[in-house]
T-cell receptor, first 115, second 113 residues
Framework: ETGVTQTPRHLVMGMTNKKSLKCEQH?????MYWYKQSAKKPLELMFV?????RVENNSVPSRFSPECPNSSHLFLHLHTLQPEDSALYLC??????WGVGEELFFGSGTQLSVL | AQTVTQSQPEMSVQEAETVTLSCTYD???????LFWYKQPPSRQMILVIR??????QNATENRFSVNFQKAAKSFSLKISDSQLGDAAMYFC??????????FGKGTMLLVSP
């Protein structure tokens, strides 16, 4: 595996379910990100981790819970979601968190549908 | 706060022709970078081109070039000799200060034979 991989590719869940999204980066990067992509809206930054420490949380509801056990893995735990949470969830990584001009490397995302 | 605006939800171009995608931005920082990312149907976003604000020369990557107008805060992407594989969603993005990358809403580029 190379780059940034995300699983699952698609996920359908009910509002009372608990599920997790997984992201793994094979680039040796120190920073990882979760973005939410909804139709006709800019990508929304959700969380940023730098060296496994959460450094940014953009007012995301508590029903989204991130976890970064090491610099290569990032999870997004989901529980009691709402239909408006249906979106494409993208994971990304970069060499460092604070480098202006840093390129972000993205995974292919998880398309989430909440019924 | 930094903002990025893409006013063209969709653009169309024929193969071998040239198309320009528009982007305007706003930031109070003097040191910043601008990016164009491409998101094909596979959904994986890929960096197309990057421009540093301090560099006056417009960035170029093969068929892709930018027109960076700093005073006007404009950053357009020109795709020359368009190919079917260029069909994708294109996002303009801005990185400045301690802010993480901020994206526009995107422009869907359709390429016809």
């Amino acid at each position: 595996e190379t780059g940034v991989t995300q699983t699952p590719r698609h996920l359908v869940m009910g509002m009372t379910n608990k599920k997790s999204l997984k992201c793994e980066q094979h680039l040796g990067h120190n920073a990882m990100y979760w973005y939410k992509q909804s139709a006709k809206k800019p990508l929304e930054l959700m969380f940023v981790y730098s060296l496994e420490e959460r450094v940014e949380n953009n007012s995301v509801p508590s029903r989204f819970s991130p976890e970064c056990p090491n610099s290569s893995h990032l999870f997004l735990h989901l529980h009691t979601l709402q239909p408006e949470d249906s979106a494409l969830y993208l994971c990304a990584s970069s060499q460092d968190r604070w480098g202006v001009g840093e390129e972000l490397f993205f995974g292919s995302g998880t398309q989430l549908s909440v019924l | 706060a930094q903002t990025v605006t893409q006013s063209q939800p969709e653009m169309s171009v024929q193969e071998a022709e040239t198309v320009t995608l528009s982007c305007t931005y706003d930031t109070s920082e003097s040191d910043y970078y601008l990016f164009w990312y491409k998101q094909p149907p596979s959904r994986q976003m890929i960096l197309v081109i990057r421009q540093e604000a301090y560099k006056q020369q417009n960035a170029t990557e093969n068929r892709f070039s930018v027109n960076f107008q700093k005073a006007a805060k404009s950053f357009s992407l020109k795709i020359s000799d368009s190919q079917l594989g260029d069909a994708a969603m294109y996002f303009c993005a801005l990185s400045s200060g301690y802010s993480t990358l901020t994206f526009g809403k995107g422009t869907m580029l359709l390429v016809s034979p």
